[in-house]
Nanobody, 124 residues
Framework: QVQLVESGGGLVQAGDSLRLSCAASGRTLSNYPVAWFRQAPGKEREFVVYITKSRDSTYYADSVRGRFTISRDNAKNTVYLQMNSLNPEDTAVYYC?????????????????RGQGTQVTVSS
């Protein structure tokens, strides 16, 4: 089992930056591909970004490409999401998730381990 805990959310203004962290315990997170998802009020959960175990590939949703950057620090058993140029449409609860699958997937239900989420609110 892998336990995931997100942190770093908060209330910021449009144009600001935030860095989210996803800390793992129980297993070595570097053994799993990891993704971030988000869910805005009244909307379905959506894929944000994915990173492979080896960090050699990343996949971004069009809505965040160029503004968000995913990275992983295997020594700290943590994955990060650097979010720049935030806008009100980025307001959501952000979740990290790890999968046992070795192929890229943007489907929430393909992820076996999921965190509880951290709230990001961007004011205009």
């Amino acid at each position: 089992q892998v336990q995931l805990v997100e942190s770093g959310g908060g209330l910021v203004q449009a144009g600001d930056s935030l860095r989210l962290s996803c800390a793992a315990s129980g297993r070595t997170l570097s053994n799993y591909p990891v993704a971030w998802f988000r869910q805005a009020p009244g909307k379905e959960r959506e894929f944000v970004v994915y990173i492979t175990k080896s960090r050699d590939s990343t996949y971004y949703a069009d809505s965040v490409r160029g503004r968000f950057t995913i990275s992983r620090d295997n020594a700290k058993n943590t994955v990060y999401l650097q979010m720049n140029s935030l806008n009100p449409e980025d307001t959501a609860v952000y979740y990290c998730a790890a999968t046992l699958n070795t192929y890229y997937t943007s489907n929430w239900y393909d992820y076996h381990y999921r965190g509880q989420g951290t709230q990001v609110t961007v004011s205009s």
